[in-house]
Structure formats: structure tokens, C-alpha cells
């Protein structure tokens, strides 16, 4: 890892952006052999809404009046099958064009396109330098680096900060030499009204600090027609402990649900939970990182969650009393893979897998609940034993919102043509998770 450390090192971050950083990629670095999983993870309808710009001391001045309506994107031009965090149908169909610059030390950032409902803000950018901003020092995955390199926003929402999953959802490539194109997906952990002020703020943009910030009035009055948002803030015991339920929202970027708490000395953020709605379906929960507290103080954390529909009436939260790994694995030649003999409570499946000469992607299903954390795909040779490739193994995971099927990539850039034609198997790291039923918490969303 110390070549990530090294990166940010020769790069010009803040103490706390290199925190940051360095959390963000070591959930992000995974090594084939390591069994927790890479935290990624984690969504406006059709509005004829108008946003305009707020004139603030150092930020953008945006066009006057954007329409949001459908419309092209123009970080979808390019490869599309590294992506974890768009869609471009879904973003396209819901998004604003702003095209708003600032220009500082030589770097220009640029805000594209904006999408908003009652779930998500997806931002759309474009940073370029004058200088050279490929990393050639450093191996990974090129839309890693790009990733890693692309500007990390914060909003406020008419004045207030929001409170964003502990993983940062950025995805970006290369343009050329000396530009970049991505978006970021921040997940809303509270309402925001039809009419809302945003400021995005970057503190760092390539590598130049300044005064990055945008601001925008939106008016997002039509998005609630094909969502469902709720703030119970319902207290609730859950597994011995107390927790409230902050927020639901079902909306065409996504589902989340925000839970707030007061963890005791040494206790972490609850973050293990089944959730099912009331027709008993299970909803696959997307592991997208936790946002911590200081003591003392309320943890707030939301939640992808996908496979929901507008007609829900409750969703069920249940705790995790005990879990339990196991490795499933069987032939590439005959689908599905990786299936439990005795699936139990709910399980991962591969059905589909394709095995490239760099990489393997595999599709997966989930069936009933597959536990609390995202799949992990492992290849291995005809005896079962793990297949380990010449130099790093890395890997990419990524949720549909509503089918709740995962794509799970697995590169291996420095394999050998014989180390890939050992692969015969394919496997998956399954969760035996007993629920407890007695502290489950119910929320009503109607």
C-alpha cells in the first residue's frame, strides 16, 4: 500500500483529503486472498425544473436559467464497462446540462451536467491542466487512477452540509494527457425541499487548491412523482440497541435508507442488517462504507438498497445474530456457478462469466438474503485451490439499483497466458448469517 501513501504524498492534498484518501483506498486496493470485500457501491425523474445561479463571494457563476430535462452526457462518450456508479439511460433521461468553469493556477474544472432527486445528486465534471496528469508511476486499474485523481465534492443544501456514506462513489477516465472526465454520485441523507440552493464545494482539483465552489438553485418540484421519501425519524430497538430511522427513499437514481445513532464507548455504527419489505421480499443492502462519530455525538449513515418498488408499504430491518464464511465453487463450463448445495437463508450465484486474457467479469444474483456483504469472486484451478496470478489482483463491484444484480471484475493486468489457462473454476464467498428475528424493527412508509 505505501505506493498509494507515496502518490498522495507528491500530490497537493490536505492533511485531512489524505485521511480521507488513504480509507478510500484501502477498501479500494482489494488483493485476491483478502476476504473483506471492497466497499463501493452506492440514483431524479423527469423534470422540466429550472436552475438558476447564486450569486456567492468565489464561486461559479452558472448559466442563468438550466431546464432539466433529457439530454446527453458527455462522460458517457467514452468505455463504459469499468463504471460502477452510472447509468448512463437512467442519468440521461434525468439529468441538467450547467457547463459552469472556474479556472485556478493553470486547472479548469467544469461542472457538465447535474441530476437530483430525493436520493442522490449525481455531478458531472471535467478537469484539465496545462501539465501532464496521467499517473505512469503507479499500477492499477487506468479508471482507478483516474478515480483517484478526479475532484471530490461536498454540497450544502440551503446552507446546511450534508452528510455523505464514508466511501467516496467517483468514477472518471482520462480524457488525454491533460484531461479528465467523471461524475460523482452523493447520496442524500436527509430531504431537501422542491427548491433547494446547492453549493458544491471541491477543496483540491488536480492538485490545485483554491476557492472551488458552484452554486446552483434548483427546482426539483416533479421529482417526487415517481419516488417514495419518507422521514419517520422512528425510534426503534434494533438487537439491543437503539437506533432511529431517518429517511427512506425509492426514487429513479436509487434507494436508500439513512440510520442515525448514538454509538457507546468502542461501538462501531450499526451496519449488518437484513431488509425486507412487506411482501417478505429480502433487498439486497449495498455495502457503500460507514461515516463515523466522535464521542458523544449522533452517527448518521445511509444506505444503498436496491430491488424496491414505489408500492412498498414497510420495510423490516432485521439484525445479524451470527455469521458464519464459506467458500462455494464449481466448473466454469456449467451455469449456475458457485450455488450452494444447501443454500439456506439466501445465497450469491454466478450466471454469467466471461474470462478474458486481463480480466474476468462475472453477473450475479441474489437470492433471498445473500448477507450483509458484497460478493467476492474468486477463480481457481481444477483441484479448487486459488490461482495466484503474477503481480496485483484487483477488483470492481457494482449493484443494479433495481435488479440488485452485481457485475464483479477481477483484473489480473500481469498474468500469464498460463496462469489464465489454469482457470477452471469459479467461486464466491458465501455468508451463513443466522437473523434475529426477535430485535427486528419495523418502519411504516405510508
Known amino acids: 500500500m505505501n505506493r498509494y501513501t507515496d502518490m498522495m504524498g507528491r500530490t497537493s492534498f490536505t492533511d485531512e483529503e489524505k485521511n480521507a484518501l488513504s480509507v478510500r483506498l484501502r477498501h479500494a486496493a482489494q488483493r485476491q486472498g483478502t476476504r473483506r470485500p471492497i466497499r463501493v457501491t452506492r440514483r431524479a425523474v423527469c423534470v422540466a425544473a429550472v436552475a438558476t445561479a447564486v450569486c456567492i463571494a468565489g464561486a461559479a457563476a452558472a448559466p442563468t436559467i438550466v431546464r432539466m430535462a433529457q439530454g446527453s452526457i458527455g462522460f458517457f462518450n467514452g468505455t ?142 416533479a421529482a417526487g412523482v415517481q419516488s417514495l421519501s419518507a422521514e419517520p425519524m422512528q425510534e426503534v430497538d434494533f438487537g439491543g440497541r437503539r437506533i432511529r430511522i431517518d429517511k427512506v427513499s425509492i426514487s429513479p437514481l ?38 463515523g462519530t466522535a464521542p458523544g455525538q449522533r452517527a448518521v449513515n445511509t444506505f444503498s438498497f436496491a430491488g424496491a418498488s414505489t408500492d412498498i408499504k414497510s420495510l423490516t430491518l432485521v439484525p445479524i445474530e451470527e455469521t458464519g464464511g464459506i467458500k462455494t465453487a464449481s466448473s466454469i463450463d456449467q451455469y449456475p456457478i ?54 496485483d489482483v484487483y477488483m470492481d463491484q457494482s449493484c443494479d439499483p433495481k435488479t440488485g444484480i452485481w457485475t464483479v471484475t477481477l483484473y489480473y493486468p500481469d498474468a ?31
Open 80 to 221: 463504459q464497462d469499468s463504471l460502477r456508479y452510472g447509468s448512463q439511460a437512467v442519468f440521461e433521461q434525468f439529468s441538467s446540462a450547467v457547463g459552469s468553469s472556474l479556472t485556478h493556477g493553470g486547472v479548469t474544472l467544469t461542472i457538465d451536467n447535474i441530476a437530483l432527486d430525493d436520493s442522490y445528486l449525481g455531478v458531472f465534471f471535467t478537469a484539465s491542466s496545462d501539465q501532464d496528469i496521467r499517473s505512469t508511476d503507479i499500477e492499477a486499474p487506468e479508471h482507478w487512477l483516474a478515480s483517484w485523481a478526479a475532484p471530490s465534492f461536498t454540497v450544502k443544501a440551503d446552507g446546511e452540509e450534508l452528510r455523505t456514506p464514508g466511501n467516496l462513489e467517483i468514477d472518471a477516465r482520462y480524457v488525454d494527457e491533460h484531461t479528465l472526465t467523471g461524475m460523482q454520485r452523493l447520496a442524500l441523507p436527509k430531504l431537501i425541499g422542491d427548491t433547494v440552493d446547492l453549493v458544491l464545494t471541491a477543496p483540491s482539483v488536480l492538485g490545485e487548491e483554491a476557492d472551488w465552489r458552484f452554486a446552483l438553485t434548483v427546482d426539483k418540484s
Open 254 to 291: 436509487g434507494n436508500t435508507i439513512t440510520i442515525s445513532e448514538q454509538p457507546g464507548k468502542d461501538e462501531y455504527p450499526s451496519s449488518a442488517f437484513a431488509l425486507r419489505d412487506d411482501k417478505g421480499n429480502y433487498l439486497p443492502v449495498i455495502d457503500n462504507g460507514l461515516d
Open 338 to 391: 458457485a450455488k450452494p448445495a444447501q443454500p439456506g437463508a439466501g445465497y450469491y450465484q454466478i450466471d454469467k462469466l466471461e474470462i478474458g486474457g486481463k480480466r474476468a467479469v462475472a453477473t450475479i444474483s441474489t437470492h433471498g438474503f445473500a448477507g450483509s456483504v458484497n460478493p467476492e469472486l474468486t477463480l481457481l484451478d481444477e483441484s479448487g485451490e486459488d490461482i495466484a496470478f503474477s503481480g
Open 416 to 446: 500469464t497466458a498460463a496462469e489464465v489457462a489454469k482457470i477452471k473454476q469459479a467461486g464466491l464467498w458465501q455468508m451463513n448469517a443466522v437473523l434475529d428475528e426477535s430485535g427486528a424493527a419495523t418502519v411504516s412508509l405510508q
